[in-house]
C-alpha cells in the first residue's frame, strides 16, 4: 500500500518545492496526501480532457509540469477551463500536483535534459540562485563528533556538488557551569566543566534546516546544544534557472537549427539573424526564458534556446547571441517522461501511465 504521500516525497527530493520561484504554485494542488494510489498519469498540463484520461486509466493521481491552479481561485462554479478541470478532478476523487519552476531549477531538471537532447558537454546552470545555502556550526565531545556527524549526513547536510559527508573541524575547550536545574552528561551541577570538544562546521540547504538540527539534537549528547545557523550569500552552483553547454563540434546556422528542430522535435523555430559564427556554446531555458538573455550573453552562449519570446524582445538580440524560440510546449513536453521515470524507479506496485494527449493549445499552419 503506497500513499499520495510517498509519492510527493520522492518527488520533492528530486525537486524541493522551496527551489520554486515566490510567484509559482507547485505542490499538492488537489487532493489529500493520506490517500492510497492507484495509479499515477504524468503529464505536461492538467485539463479536462487530461482528467478523463485518468478516470479511464484508473489513476487517482495527476503529476504534472504546469500548476493548473496558479493565480488563486475565487469562485469553483465551472465558468472556465480551470475550475471545470479542478471540480472534475474532486469530483472524481484525483489529486493534482505540480512539480514547476523547481523541477526547472535543479539538475536531472528540466533544463538539463534539454541540454542532454542537444547533445550538450561540460553544463552548468546558467543563473545559480543565492541565498538558499546555509551553515550549521556547532559544538561537541571529541569523542561523540563523529556519531553526530554520520546522522546530519543522513539528513542532507555536508553535500557539495558532487561531494558528499563534507565538514571541517577544530579542537579546542568548552566551558560551562550547570545551574542547580541542569542534568549535565558531563560534570556536576554548579561546578564549572572544562571538555575537549571540536568545533564542527557544514553546508546544507536551507530548506533543509529543520530536519538536520532535529537529527542535531537528537544526536549530541549535551542537555543544551551550543550551535548557529546562518544563510549563506554563495550562489549554488548547482541549482538556478537555464543551463549552458558546449556541442561536441562547431556546427554552421542552418545544422544547428535543422539539429534543434531534430532533438526537440519542434514544428517551427522561430530564430534571429545568426552572429556570423559557428555554433558551440548553446545556453537553453524551457518554457519562458527571456528574462535569461543577458545571462547568456554575458556567459558567451552563441545561441540561446527557449520560448515565448514577444517581438520587440526578439531585437534584444543584437548578434550577440541567436534567439531559437521552438515554442513552450516543445520546450517542455518531456517533463511528463523525466517524471515518470524517475518515479518508476522508486515504484512499482501501481499503474504508472504517460498521457497519450497532447495539450499544446497552440497550431500551426504551413
Known amino acids: 500500500m503506497t500513499f499520495i504521500k510517498e509519492i510527493l516525497a520522492e518527488l520533492e527530493k528530486l525537486a524541493p518545492l522551496p527551489y520554486q520561484e515566490d510567484y509559482d504554485n507547485a505542490g499538492l494542488l488537489v487532493g489529500s496526501p493520506d490517500t492510497e494510489v492507484t495509479g499515477i498519469l504524468f503529464t505536461l498540463d492538467i485539463t479536462e480532457d487530461i482528467v478523463d484520461e485518468a478516470i479511464r486509466k484508473q489513476c487517482n493521481l495527476i503529476v504534472a509540469h504546469h500548476p493548473i491552479i496558479f493565480k488563486g481561485l475565487k469562485k469553483l462554479n465551472g465558468k472556465n477551463y480551470v475550475e471545470r478541470t479542478v471540480i472534475k478532478a474532486i469530483k472524481n476523487d484525483i489529486a493534482l500536483y505540480a512539480t514547476h519552476t523547481n523541477l526547472d531549477h535543479v539538475p536531472r531538471g528540466v533544463n538539463w535534459q534539454i541540454a542532454k537532447r542537444l547533445g550538450l558537454r561540460n553544463i552548468k546552470v546558467l543563473a545559480p540562485k543565492k541565498q538558499i545555502l546555509s551553515k550549521l556550526a556547532f559544538f561537541c565531545p571529541v569523542e561523540n563528533t563523529q556519531e553526530v556527524l554520520q546522522a546530519l549526513f543522513e539528513a542532507g547536510a ?209
Open 158 to 366: 555536508g553535500q557539495i556538488g558532487e561531494y558528499s559527508n563534507c565538514s571541517f573541524r577544530s579542537e579546542g575547550l568548552g566551558t560551562f557551569l550547570p545551574s542547580e536545574n541542569a542534568n549535565p552528561v558531563i560534570g556536576d551541577r554548579g561546578e564549572l566543566e572544562t571538555v575537549k570538544e571540536h568545533r564542527v562546521e557544514l553546508m546544507l540547504p536551507s530548506h533543509l534546516q529543520a530536519q538536520v538540527l532535529r537529527a542535531l539534537n537528537r544526536t549530541h549528547p549535551y542537555e543544551e546544544v551550543a550551535y548557529y545557523m546562518s544563510t549563506l550569500e554563495n550562489e549554488n552552483q548547482e541549482v538556478g534557472a537555464g543551463a549552458i553547454g558546449e556541442l561536441p563540434e562547431p556546427l554552421e546556422t542552418a545544422d544547428f537549427l535543422n539539429h534543434l528542430k531534430n532533438s526537440m522535435q519542434a514544428s517551427v523555430i522561430k530564430y534571429t539573424e545568426p552572429t556570423g559564427k559557428a555554433i558551440r556554446r548553446v545556453a537553453v531555458c524551457g518554457g519562458a526564458g527571456s528574462f535569461l538573455l543577458r545571462n547568456a550573453i554575458s556567459a558567451g552562449a552563441d545561441a540561446f534556446v527557449t520560448a515565448d519570446y514577444k517581438y520587440h524582445e526578439f531585437f534584444d538580440a543584437e548578434r550577440r547571441t541567436m534567439i531559437c524560440d521552438i515554442g513552450h510546449y516543445e520546450s517542455e513536453v518531456f517533463t511528463k517522461n523525466l517524471l515518470h521515470d524517475y518515479i518508476s524507479g522508486k515504484f512499482s506496485n501501481f499503474a504508472l501511465c504517460l498521457s497519450e494527449i497532447s495539450t499544446n493549445p497552440v497550431r500551426y499552419f504551413s
